[in-house]
Every structure is written in C-alpha cells, then in structure tokens.
C-alpha cells in the first residue's frame, strides 16, 4: 500500500540495513573492529536521538552527552551499589534521563534560539561537574568499577560478537521506532513546526508540547545509549561525557543530515570511521596525534556546513529526486505535444 | 460570529489599532481594507491570536478568544492564511494539506504501532481526504510536487486549501490575491466564493479593488489604525472619508 | 571579609576577561548574527602566540604588538573564507561552523604548542599589594584597567566615529544600511578583525596569570557566549555586566563551596537568572531588523 506524494518508511532499506548488521561480523572478525562497531552503534542511538531533536524540533542541543552519562551512572550506580540487576536499570535509566530533559525543558521552555542552545550546554557542563565532584556516589574522576555484565536466560552477553548483537539489536528498535514517528501525523507535525512554527501553530499544531516530547525522546535515547555503555565497559568515568563528546554527536548529526533519521545513522559510522582512521595513521607516523582527529573533526563540520548545508544523506537523495523529477518532466513534455496536434 | 469590540493594540510607542470595532455574520464574505498601515494585518495577527491586543476584545461564536496561545485558536474554528506565505516548503502539497488535518484526527500508540505492518486505514482516509480538498482547489496535479518547487500563483492556493482542511468555520484571507495576475485574480475569488458556499466564513484583507469590490458583501474600512467606515461596497466607493484616505485630499482640490 | 574582599576581586579580575571575551561575541553577534564561539580561540592564540614571540626573545612591547596583529589577521582569515562562504545559512549552521573552527584551531594549537601550560612574564613587577585583608597582583589590576580602556575605547569608538556610526547602523537596520551605502561585507569583516583584536588583547592581558595552554579557549569562550547571553545579547553594556557576574559567581563558587563545584554553580545561577529573564538581563535588543 504505498501512498505517493507521502514520505514514507523504505522498509527495503531496514531489511538491507539489518542483514548488513548480520553480516558485519561474519566478515570483519578482529575484535578491534568489532569493539568499533559496538561503540559506532552506542554512538548512532544518541545521534539518531539528536537528529530527530534538530532536524524536527529544530533545536540544537550542546549538552547531549549529559543525558548520555546519566544514563550510563543511574546503571551503574545502581548495579554496583544498590546490586540491581542491569535489566532493571534500564528503565529507570531511560526514565531518570527522560524526567531530567522533561524538567529542563519545561523551564527552559521561554528560552529560545542561542538562549536556548546555551542554556544546554550549560546543563551539559552542570551534569558533568557534578559527575566529578559527587564522589560519595559516582567515585569521581578515578572512576566507577565493577560495573555487572548483561545476561540473558543465564548466559552472561560477553563483549565481543554477543555485545555487538545486543547494541545493534537496539540501534534497529531505535531506528524503526524513529522512522515510524517521522513518517506519522506527528512526523509531519513535527516538520511542520522546523518549516513554519507560526503556521504550525494556526493549525491547531501544539508546537511546545511536540517539541518537548522530542527532546525527552532524544534524552531517552542518549540514556539508552548510556545504559548500554555502561554495560559494556567494566568502568567508566566522567571523562567521556564532556562538552567533547557533546561536539562529537552534533558532527555525526550534521555530516548525516539532521534532517534524516537514516543521516543520522551514516554519519556516525563515517565520523567513527575517520576516528579510527586518524588512529590507524597515527601509529604509522608519529606527528599524528590525537590531537589531528581535532583538527579533521573541525574541518569536517567547517566544510559540511559550507558546501553542504543539509548533510550527506538528504543532499545525495535529492540528487536521485532531481533525477527523477527531470525524467517525469521529460515524459510531461513528449505527452504535450500530441495533445496540441489533436486540438488543432 | 466574530465580534471585534474596541480593539486597540499598541507596540511601544506605535499605535497600530485604535479602538476598532465590528462583526462578521455567518455566510458572509467580508472584506478588510485601507491604504498601507491601516493596521489590518495588525488586527489579523489579533483575531488568530499570534499576539493579544493591548485592550478590548475578540470573541468567536460567543468565547473569547484573545487571550489563547495560538494552536487553541483553530480547533475552535477558525484558520488563516499568511501574506508572507508560510508553506511548509520542505514537506509536498498534499503533505501540506494533511497538516491542516492534524487536529481533526487521532492517532493512537496502537495505531502507531500497527505502522509497522504497513500504512493504517487512519492514514488513508486522511490521505484521501487531502486530495480531496487538493481537488477542489485545482491543485491536484501537482499533489506530490515539493512546496519549494511551486509557482506564486500555486502557493497561494496551496496556503488557502491548507487553512481549508482544517474544515474552518471562519477563514481568514491575508492578502491571498498578492501578486497574482488578472485571471489568476479571478480564480481566487471563483473560489473564495465556492468555499463560502460549503458554509465557510471568510474574512479577507485586501488590496485588490476589483477583488474585493465584487466578491465582499460587507467593506470595514481601517486607516491608520482606526475604522474609518463600514458598509455595502457601493456605499463604500461613495464614501467621502473612504476616497479621502485612498488618495489624499488631492481630489478635494481638483474638483475646485 | 578578608576572604569576601579577596573573592571579589578575583571575581573582578577573571569577569574582566569575560567581559572582554563576551564583548567579542557582541560585536560580532549584533553585525552578523553569527555567535562566534570560536572567540575563546581569539583569546588562547593571543597567549600563546605572546608566549612563543618573547621566549624568542622578541622583546615584550614588540611581541605584544605583533601578538594582536596576528590574531586579528586570523580573525580576518575566518570571516574571510569560512563565513562568507556560510552566508544564508540558519542560524544552527552558523553556530556548527564557528565550533568546527573552533575545534580546528584548537587542533592545529596542540600541534604547534603542545598540551603544556607556558609561562608568560608579567607585564610589571608582580609582588602582589595587600590590603583589607585580601591580596591582589599588579598583573589583575593591569587586567581590570585594559578591560576599562577597551570599554572607554569602544564606546568612543562605536559613538563618536564614523565608522562606528556606520556599524551600529549596519547592526540595527542592515538593509536601511546597505542603502546608504554601507557595505554589509566589510562591516562583517570589521566585526571580526575587531573581535579577534579583542580577544587578542585579553589573551595577553591574562596570559601571566593563568599559564596558557592549547585548551584554555573552549571555556573562556563557552563562559564568554554565557555572559553575553546573561547580559542580553547585542547588547554591549550587557556583555561587561554578564562577564563581571560571570567572574564573581565562579570566584565566590570555588572560594565559598570548593573549586571543582565552581564551575556547577556558575552555570547554575547563570540557569536561574534564564529563567527569570529569558531575553538575558538587559534585554535584548529588538529594533534590530536582522534576525536569527
């Protein structure tokens, strides 16, 4: 059943995607590149999240990676300290972050543009000040140890191809749940508001409502992402949820496409490809340090934003738009003429 | 239907409205008019509640509307159209057109769910429906075009068969004659009227005379914020203070 | 009230810096419309580079000379080839293009400078003055007084020359601008070689005291953007306000709570403060016609 003229899900390309994840590790076996791929998928939930947030909501968030690590501590904290189970974490996880942004946006919500934009990026520098400094219950800098594994029917879901399965198991909930919402009543919504929130509005549109359930949405997903981390690692610690990483996300949304839930998911893969990328070429010559993968992660979001503005994935579908919108006029044309001739 | 009551409405230091008043009855096609800054887009922005007047009031079928956040005013019943065009330029035009059908449906975490085994029968009624008003707009050929890719002429349809779906009892018209040519001129007012005959009211701010004077049953006339007069539009290319405005009181001179 | 004193001052000293950083992000910001958060950068390459050119042995007043012409020339370079090619782009955009600057500058800084803390003299004798109770360097009050010259300056700038009539005429109505002949392209790449000198001028003013290093950009500039918000942005009486609040809140935060809180607590009330006034203190300026 397909409706033409609607956006809609190319469910040919979830199956694709899907039996790419199968297939992954099938042929890349290292373990290094597993690891990779683990993390690109932890990584792809929270931009996914963030693109929804920016290309819908239209807002730009700075702090994301504060959602991130207090996914990944509520976990953490509760696994190790309180010893719950990790599967019982994970929705208080998902509900701590979503509560969190519920709160937040509602206070911020007569804020707008760069006061908006700074006002997250100040909860961002907020969150991982207090991961620092709450020693008492998130060990501080040194670190948070012991962190459980994940098991399943008794079987522990080792790092590695198991894990690897776990996180992209997730990836495609996310992905299919994201798609869904994009190409409903609210997805249309939704991109009503990032066109014109005035006319939004004067069609009955609850432009605050909408946006604030988009950015719970994305916080739950970096939260997701957070539990799913934590998991995964046997530590972790404040450092990897910092304005950085923050930075980090918003390169993956916008080398994708914020626009697109499928840019998204790209982007991530190519910013996590040019990571390992710049590691790789660092051990072989030593001038490159980690500090090269800085300056590529700045031009690559100097040169998106120049040439292209809306991202890789939504700037080449509309090169096949262009295509076939040229072949439809081509055939509008030939059919013209007979017409004319019959009048006459 | 409508009731304007002593509507004034103050930027700063900037007076746009100044104590205007007047009524629009159901069935009917009234026209707002007057010389530039008159303050008739002042007062639409008012009437769809982008922002509230400074004192008086608005109130529709009897409630008052004035102080409503905006997405409260069109579920009761009344839809706009804007000057400066707010299609959704990336979304296509029946896409725009099933926005406008955002607050008549429903859809449900179970309707929601069920997208994944395909498109939902929700979907397809509004999907028809929008078409179905693409239709009476003439828009239908163009039914899966980009809105960014459309022509003048077409956008202003496209606008006016949005606020439509939202299957208004009171539509308000900003200038959605700007900038057309003589027949695409002709067109619009074909259909204003078409669509005051399926029960809309419709409120229009205009510039175009030719429009206006034959499709209006009532003429409120605004300058410089204040209603300077309010009639049939024969009374109105007779009234003196109306001529005044429009031209000046260079044709007071000439006739000496 | 030793401790009170001394908190204050040091709130006075590092919100000088502040000031001067959000006063970067203004000029900028009231011309363009672009938040510049690469303007932390201004600052960290003002240090730097005064470090690099006097431990060459260049000598003091030279390198400071020298150290402002550089940056500013970077500052040209940036407007020059990245934000005019950005034109029209949404507001996002914009922002993602200076933080992408931002992170290769600071990137190609790691490089050429390392990740170590360097030294820079002070400009005079350094024995701190003590009095009330509280001490304070020559070095602060040179930071406090360069903040008041550059404050005085502007203002006499931006009011009494003509070029400064033609830039707040560029910010407040740029087409009316355009029309009488303002090119809206130069005043853009005034703004930022101004900008840059600004930053410049407060890298080499707190250089002595707070070592720079390859990373001191990010948070001067974040905390920079959050005082011209505070403030109200566009609005340059507004950026001095919100720099000097900024330093105090952080200077009683880390002296009353603890330093790592400091931090937490200054963004904190810098929150609040949103919360009661979304538009930022002072407002911000609405008769402009170029807009977000």
Redesign the interface.
């Known amino acids: 059943m397909k409706l033409r003229g609607v956006q809609q899900t190319k469910w040919w390309g979830v199956v694709i995607f899907s039996l790419a994840i199968l297939a992954f590790p099938l042929v890349v076996t290292q373990s290094f590149f597993i690891t990779q791929a683990t993390f690109a998928g932890i990584y792809a939930i929270i931009a996914i999240g963030l693109g929804l947030l920016m290309g819908y909501a239209g807002q730009i968030s700075l702090g994301q990676a504060a959602f991130y690590g207090i996914g990944a501590y509520t976990t953490s904290v509760l696994t190790t300290t309180l010893g719950w189970s990790p599967w019982l974490s994970l929705p208080v996880a998902l509900l701590v972050s979503g509560l969190l942004a519920f709160v937040m946006g509602y206070t911020m919500s007569r804020l707008s543009g760069y006061y908006l934009a700074m006002a997250t990026l100040a909860f961002g520098i907020i969150v991982h000040t207090l991961l620092v400094e709450w020693k008492g219950i998130t060990m501080g800098a040194s670190g948070l140890y012991g962190i459980p594994q994940l098991s399943l029917f008794g079987m522990t879901i080792n790092q590695g191809v198991p894990y690897y399965f776990l996180v992209w198991f997730f990836v495609l909930i996310v992905l299919i749940l994201s798609l869904n919402i994009v190409h409903s009543r609210a997805g249309r919504a939704l991109r009503s508001i990032h066109d014109s929130e005035i006319a939004s509005s004067s069609m009955g549109v609850n432009t605050g409502q909408y946006k604030m359930q988009v950015f719970v949405l994305s916080a739950m997903f970096a939260g997701l992402a957070g539990w799913l981390f934590a998991h995964m690692s046997y530590s972790i610690s404040p450092s990897a949820f910092t304005f950085d990483a923050s930075i980090l996300f918003l390169a993956m949304v916008v080398l994708g496409g914020s626009g697109s839930v499928w840019g998204a998911l790209i982007g991530t893969l190519l910013i996590r490809l040019v990571g390992i990328t710049v590691h790789a070429l660092g051990e072989q010559f030593p001038f490159i340090t980690s500090d090269f993968e800085h300056v590529i992660y700045g031009l690559i979001l100097i040169l998106v934003v120049i040439f292209l503005p809306r991202g890789l994935f939504p700037t080449i579908t509309s090169w096949f738009d262009t295509a076939s919108i040229k072949r439809t006029k081509k055939k509008e044309a030939l059919a013209v003429v007979p017409v004319k001739r019959s009048i006459s | 239907m409508l009731q304007v009551n002593s509507v004034t409405k103050r930027f700063g230091g900037v007076i746009a409205n100044s104590d205007v008043s007047f009524t629009v009855d159901e069935g009917q096609i009234v026209g707002l008019i007057g010389p530039n800054g008159a303050g008739k887009s002042t007062m639409f922005n008012m009437i769809s509640s982008i922002f509230p007047p400074t004192e008086g009031s608005i109130l529709f079928c009897g409630a008052k509307i004035d102080k409503l956040p905006s997405y409260k005013v069109a579920p009761l019943g009344v839809s706009r159209t804007f000057q400066n065009l707010q299609v959704f330029k990336s979304m296509t035009v029946i896409e725009n057109v099933m926005v406008g059908q955002h607050m008549r449906t429903k859809q449900n975490v179970a309707g929601f769910a069920s997208m994944l085994l395909g498109i939902t029968k929700n979907e397809r009624k509004v999907y028809e429906e929008a078409m179905e008003v693409l239709q009476f707009f003439h828009l239908e050929s163009v039914f899966d075009q980009k809105a960014s890719s459309l022509s003048l002429g077409k956008l202003r349809l496209l606008e006016f068969a949005r606020a439509y779906a939202t299957r208004p009892k009171l539509l308000l018209l900003d200038e959605i004659a700007a900038g057309l040519n003589h027949s695409e001129t002709s067109e619009m007012s074909a259909l204003i009227k078409k669509v005051r005959d399926t029960g809309v009211t419709v409120l229009v701010v205009e510039h175009d005379m030719d429009l206006v004077m034959s499709i209006c049953d009532k003429l409120i006339v605004l300058d410089q914020g204040i209603k300077i007069a309010e009639g049939t539009p024969r009374e109105i290319q007779a009234d003196e203070a109306v001529i005044t405005a429009y031209l000046g009181a260079e044709v007071e001179e000439e006739a000496i | 009230m030793g401790d009170f004193l001394q908190f204050t001052l040091t709130g006075i000293t590092i919100g000088s810096i502040y000031a001067i950083v959000a006063l970067g992000f203004v000029t900028i910001y009231s011309v363009t419309k672009v938040?510049n958060l690469a303007q932390g950068e201004f600052v960290m390459l003002g240090g730097l580079t005064m470090f690099s050119l006097v431990s060459a042995g260049v000598p003091y007043w030279l390198s400071f000379i020298a150290t402002i012409f550089f940056v500013t020339m970077i500052g040209w370079l940036m407007e020059f080839i990245?934000v005019r090619?950005?034109k029209g782009?949404d507001?996002?955009?914009?922002?993602?293009?200076t933080?992408?600057?931002?992170?290769?500058?600071?990137?190609?800084s790691?490089?050429v400078w390392g990740?170590d803390q360097h030294r820079v003299d002070s400009f005079t004798d350094n024995t701190p003055i003590t009095f009330g109770g509280a001490s304070v360097t020559p070095q602060a009050i040179w930071v406090v007084l360069i903040m008041l010259l550059v404050v005085a300056l502007m203002y006499m700038f931006i009011d009494k020359t003509m070029i400064g009539k033609a830039f707040q005429a560029s910010s407040v109505n740029p087409i009316a601008a355009r029309l009488m002949g303002i090119s809206p392209t130069r005043m853009s790449s005034f703004s930022f070689v101004l900008s840059a000198a600004l930053g410049a001028i407060a890298g080499l003013a707190i250089a002595p005291i707070i070592f720079p290093a390859?990373d001191m950009g990010?948070m001067l500039g974040?905390k920079g953007?959050?005082a011209a918000?505070l403030g109200g942005?566009g609005s340059a009486p507004g950026a001095v306000i919100g720099g000097l609040l900024i330093g105090l809140f952080e200077s009683m935060g880390a002296g009353y709570v603890?330093s790592?809180?400091k931090?937490?607590i200054t963004?904190?009330i810098?929150?609040v403060i949103?919360?009661i006034r979304?538009?930022?203190i002072l407002g911000e300026k609405t008769i402009g016609k170029g807009g977000?």
């Open positions: 938040i990245l090619r950005a782009a507001a996002i955009s914009l922002i993602i293009l933080i992408g600057t931002s992170i290769f500058i600071r990137g190609v790691s490089m990740k390859y990010a974040i953007f959050s918000i942005l603890s790592g809180m931090d937490a963004f904190s810098f929150l949103l919360l979304p538009n930022g977000l």
